[in-house]
């Protein structure tokens, strides 16, 4: 009988595949100062050595750099399927999350990303209606770091997509794991949290929060 995977056996999946990687990683970099190590030895030698010793050197830098690069790619790409993932788990519940919290949005658009003259800045789901918005920052894996990098989004967010100026901006973040007490921290700084429960989410922010606005 075929067994069902479930999200959390998916987000395993992820995790280990990234694992994997990474160690492939941290293994190239100990080849890498095994034979800066070497190499610094060989300096004390010959000069017909030494320019041998260079050589050999310079070609496994070169396919260090190479493994380095891949894998950095490979960690990347993961990360962003995932985070896509993520967001397609996210995105169908927002407007009904937030009227029940009396936000009263009506509409989202994914991955909204800023005008070319302005600065990088991508709204990875927006939900909006005539004068109330939630700007939601979706990531697999949440940190003080995307908590603080976020925050700063939106204290530009308004001279970034003027057409929002006079609207009444919240910001939320979700997530399928959060480090430590980092949804605190967020709650802290006024952010409404969304988690996975099952195969959907909701929002894990008590009734009585007061969210800040920008």
Do not use: C
Not at 9 to 16: G, H, I, K, V
Not at 100 to 115: K, S, T
């Amino acid at each position: 009988m075929t067994q069902n995977l479930t999200l959390e056996d998916f987000y395993a999946l992820f995790r280990e595949s990234e694992r994997l990687i990474r160690q492939s990683l941290e293994a190239s970099r100990q080849s890498l100062e095994a034979s800066r190590q070497e190499f610094d030895r060989r300096m004390t030698e010959s000069k017909a050595e030494f320019d041998r010793s260079k050589d050999e050197y310079d070609r496994r830098i070169a396919k260090t750099e190479r493994i380095a690069a891949q894998a950095n790619e490979a960690v990347n790409n993961l990360s962003s399927r995932w985070g896509r993932f993520v967001e397609s788990l996210v995105a169908p519940a927002v407007i009904r999350l937030f009227q029940e919290r009396g936000i009263l949005v009506d509409r989202i658009y994914q991955r909204m990303r800023a005008p070319r003259d302005k600065q990088n800045l991508e709204i990875d789901i927006f939900a909006v209606n005539h004068d109330v918005a939630v700007a939601i920052e979706v990531k697999s894996r949440l940190t003080q770091d995307h908590v603080r990098r976020f925050i700063n989004h939106l204290e530009v967010f308004k001279t970034v997509f003027v057409e929002y100026k006079n609207h009444q901006i919240y910001g939320a973040m979700a997530a399928i794991e959060i480090d430590g007490d980092v949804d605190a921290f967020a709650e802290n700084q006024g952010l409404f949290i969304i988690q996975q429960a099952g195969d959907s989410v909701y929002i894990s922010t008590n009734a009585d929060f007061a969210p800040r606005t920008w």
